[in-house]
């Protein structure tokens, strides 16, 4: 009998003592409502492994489908590449009927519908590209029970007519996917998404999963509103992505840069983002003239146009797609490794579920925005376009909180996650330009000190390029018109560029020193901080500009690149034959593993993530024959048995006694003290319980990013030995926290407790 009085209330996770992982219990506390939830999770691990080739769940999926399968409404935001249509599609294989998911992108559904049947799931979708003859197939086998999961569109969602007959049929869940279309705070608002709520009331007690990744805390609370979700489950995840790089260009010779970056990247495949359809076409034509492989997309190509490019672009046979912000919501292709704005896209929302598009695999991946202040007025015009006023001012204050970003000199992920309401964890991410390669600070006071005297001169507020003409000493027109060639101030900055001058009004307003009035065309204003610098009380520095063409990513690369492509050969051979993507045999990912483990076995390729029994019966043996041929197969890197030989060092009382004060709610410091042992003792006798499956919460033990780095260096290094560990991971972490992930990963893998003597009944 469980005693959910013992459990600590911070908790989430109870594993019963036992070799066995996967026969876990998962006990959850719901914030919107005290009470736990006790669910049996072995069927939903044996069900990940089967059909979609993973072994464990990305961070927050397991409480998500704990609370899908105890019938509770969900609210998640999940950063794209976390795994979101997971938290769904796996409830409905488990739970009776059939689940009902709402996606507003028609080449998406057809594309996870076409995954999910590779995976021996039966699924389908009704939309308007579905003619009536394949309607009729999909509607019998609703009414007999034979498909698990049904993709629709908002539309189909919203018609009496489907409602009427969905409340005839076994329905399982409802999932709404890009949820963030139904709120007028997102900034993908779609008014049919507003009618969702009718299916819910048409089907009370059917749980209602609302996923996005893109979402505002005022986003979130309206979805949860709007689609009526009865005391939700909010599951918040981060918006942090290590896999991918941020960097902002000072847009110089756009295209130069653009090829310089290209050039390094020839087998990446990529999307370049563009404003207008004219530089769509035209961008795509020049890059194809300088030898890359690139087509356009927008919407003024015909249909069966843009259809072929997506087609050939998920087939790897075209590498470059450029396009208008019309593309890619609906491509599902996981291999994409880099993400290019040539433009500055509408807001940081557009700009981070468009990067979002890279590295979906997991994979490093390069997120880049060519950026120019002259890129502003062009957004203006389409927020200008709009109807509602209120809508104009919230899309310039979108606007504004974009350039402030592009303009900014700290962390790009730290600034991007605050922006959604997320706190960065302490240190900087270390891969975006800010953090590994810091603008110069220089002492700006008397260059401040010229621009605010001349803002304070002019007779009106004028916009930061007319300051940095009078500060030039501009003979424009304007300026001799309005009499400024005879202020104080015409003509005193002429050291600096104009570029220059507009930068630092531009900073000076981000640093307080000035401030800025208006929307569409904003001006420059004096502040409260201003007359410090006049007055010579504060000295104020800025940042240099830097105008370095791209860097390279951080290539995802393997410790045998032959392999690797050779894999891909495969992969493409076996993909063509059957006319579906090549990720849809197996993601780079999953090819990088099987470089890294090189099996030789079904069952070591079964070990291997992303390798399902269905792919392993469908392709195993094409895959284990290309590895073998590779000479260094039998090189002990495979990690398959890594663990080490020998018992438990420490005796079975000792072991005892840790445990019992571990269960009394003791930290490791607590127990060392009370025993008076050191903690580096309690902690190897920690690491000795987890070890044999006694249940000792590694999430109390170590901080989950630290848990995923020490994972992520395991695999990396294909080694378990502490000291080479510790190398690679350095002072930041333990050896404790070394030791309790390590065990947890070989308990988990079922290397330890073989053999009866291993196993010490406590």
């Not at 036992?18 to 049996?40: F, Q």
């Not at 309206?222 to 992505?241: A, C, H, N, V």
């Not at 993601?587 to 990088?592: G, K, M, P, Q, V």
């Not at 090189?635 to 438990?648: D, I, M, R, Y």
Request: a positive charge.
């Amino acid at each position: 009998m469980l005693d959910i009085t013992a459990l600590p209330l911070n908790g989430f996770w109870y594993r019963p003592p036992g070799r066995n992982p996967a026969a876990a219990m998962i006990v959850s506390l719901n914030a919107a409502s005290p009470e736990y939830i006790i669910m049996d999770m072995e069927p939903a691990y044996r069900a990940l492994k089967k059909y979609f080739g993973f072994s464990s769940f990305l961070p927050h999926q397991e409480e998500i489908i704990a609370h899908i399968l105890d019938n509770r409404d969900v609210m998640a935001v999940i950063a794209t590449g976390g795994g979101k249509s997971l938290c769904f599609q796996l409830p409905a294989l488990l739970k009776p009927g059939t689940a009902i998911v709402i996606s507003p992108l028609i080449a998406l559904m057809k594309d996870q519908v076409d995954g999910l049947r590779e995976n021996g799931v039966p699924a389908a979708f009704l939309n308007s590209t579905v003619t009536y003859d394949r309607r009729r197939e999909t509607e019998a086998a609703l009414r007999a029970g034979t498909l698990k999961i049904l993709y629709v569109s908002p539309e189909k969602a919203a018609q009496p007519g489907f409602i009427s007959f969905l409340r005839g049929l076994s329905v399982s869940l409802i999932a709404v996917d890009e949820a963030h279309c139904i709120s007028q705070w997102g900034h993908e608002f779609r008014p049919e998404y507003r009618q969702i709520v009718g299916l819910r009331r048409a089907l009370p007690g059917i749980p209602v999963i609302a996923l996005t990744a893109t979402a505002t805390p005022a986003v979130q609370l309206d979805i949860t509103d709007q689609l009526q979700l009865s005391r939700p489950f909010i599951s918040l995840g981060s918006f942090y992505r290590p896999n991918l790089t941020y960097e902002i260009l000072e847009k110089r010779n756009a295209y130069a840069q653009l090829v310089h970056y290209l050039s390094a990247h020839r087998k990446d495949s990529g999307i370049i983002y563009c404003t207008s359809k004219k530089t769509v076409d035209e961008l795509a034509d020049k890059l194809n003239r300088d030898g890359f492989s690139a087509r356009p997309y927008h919407a003024g190509l015909q249909k069966t146009l843009r259809a072929e490019t997506q087609d050939r672009f998920i087939r790897d046979e075209t590498r470059i797609i450029v396009a208008t912000i019309a593309f890619g919501m609906g491509i599902d292709k996981p291999d994409v490794r880099f993400v290019i704005h040539y433009d500055l896209p509408r807001d940081l929302e557009h700009f981070y579920q468009e990067t979002g598009r890279a590295g979906r695999d997991g994979e490093p991946s390069d997120c880049i925005l060519l950026y120019s202040p002259a890129d502003r007025p062009r957004v203006s015009y389409f927020i200008d376009r709009m109807e509602s006023d209120i809508e104009k001012r919230s899309a310039y204050r979108r606007l504004d909180a974009l350039v402030a970003y592009c303009e900014g000199t700290g962390c790009r992920v730290e600034a991007l996650l605050s922006y959604f309401g997320e706190t960065f964890p302490p240190g900087r991410c270390g891969r975006c330009d800010s953090c590994t390669n810091p603008k110069t600070l220089f002492d700006g006071t008397g260059v401040a000190a010229e621009i605010i005297g001349c803002v304070r001169e002019l007779p009106a507020a004028y916009g930061a390029g007319y300051i940095a003409d009078v500060l030039r000493g501009s003979a424009s027109k304007k300026v001799r018109e309005r009499g400024d060639a005879d202020r104080r101030c015409f003509g005193s900055g002429k050291s600096h560029s104009r570029e220059d001058l507009v930068a630092h009004i531009r900073e000076l307003v981000r640093l307080g020193y000035l401030g800025q009035l208006g929307d569409r065309y904003p001006v420059i204003v004096l502040t409260e901080k201003s007359h410090a610098v006049l007055t010579g009380s504060e000295r104020v520095f800025l940042s240099g500009r830097v105008s370095s063409p791209g860097r390279r990513a951080v290539a995802a690369g393997s410790d045998d690149p032959g392999l690797f492509d050779r894999l891909r050969r495969l992969r493409k051979e076996l993909a063509d034959t059957e006319e579906i993507p090549p990720y849809m045999v197996f993601s780079d990912a999953t090819l990088r593993e099987m470089v890294k483990r090189r099996p030789t076995t079904g069952t070591g390729l079964l070990a291997v993530r992303g390798v399902g029994e269905r792919k392993l019966k469908k392709y195993g043996e094409r895959f284990l024959r290309e590895i073998t041929r590779s000479p260094r197969s039998e090189k002990a890197l495979s990690g398959e048995c890594p663990a080490p030989a020998g018992k438990v060092p420490f005796s079975r009382d000792t072991l005892r006694e840790t445990r019992d004060l571990y269960r009394k709610g003791l930290t490791l410091r607590e127990i060392a003290s009370q025993r008076d042992l050191t903690e580096d003792i309690v902690g190897a006798h920690l690491e000795s319980l987890i070890l044999v499956g006694e249940a000792i919460s590694l999430d109390d033990l170590v901080l989950p990013e630290k848990q995923r780095s020490v994972r992520d260096a395991l695999r990396d290094s294909g080694s378990y030995d502490l000291k080479v560990l510790k190398r690679l991971l350095g002072d930041r972490y333990s050896w404790n926290d070394i030791r309790f992930v390590r065990a947890a990963v070989l308990q988990q893998s079922g290397e330890r407790g073989k053999r009866e003597e291993d196993n010490l009944p406590l």
